[in-house]
C-alpha cells in the first residue's frame, strides 16, 4: 500500500509540525530580508535619503562599509573555494 507523503498532503501534519514549519519558514524569511540590508542601505545612500545621508556621509559610516568589504571578500572566497 502507498502512503502518501506529506507534502502532497499537508493535512497529515500534527499542529506541532505545522507551527514549527511556520516558525522555521518565517525565520528563514526574516534571514532573507536581513540579508538584503546591505543592498537596501546602499540605495537608500545612492538617493541620499535624509538618515542615511547623515549616517553614512556626516559620521563616516562608509569607513565601516570599507572595512567589511574585505571581510565580505573573504567570505566568499571561501564558499567559493568550498563549492
Known amino acids: 500500500m502507498s502512503h502518501p ?3 502532497e498532503r ?3 501534519q500534527n ?3 505545522r507551527y514549527s514549519s511556520t ?3 518565517l525565520g528563514f524569511w526574516l534571514l532573507y530580508l ?3 540590508t546591505p543592498l537596501i542601505t546602499l ?3 545612492t538617493l541620499q535619503i535624509g538618515l542615511t545621508r547623515y549616517e553614512m556621509v556626516e559620521r563616516q559610516g562608509y569607513l565601516e562599509l570599507i572595512d567589511s568589504l574585505g571581510n565580505f571578500s573573504l567570505v566568499i572566497l ?5 563549492l
Open 78 to 82: 571561501v564558499i567559493f573555494l568550498s
Open 5 to 7: 507523503y506529506v507534502i
Open 23 to 25: 516558525w522555521v519558514t
Open 43 to 45: 540605495l537608500a545612500w
Open 15 to 17: 499542529r506541532a509540525q
Open 10 to 12: 499537508p493535512d497529515l
Open 34 to 36: 536581513y540579508l538584503w
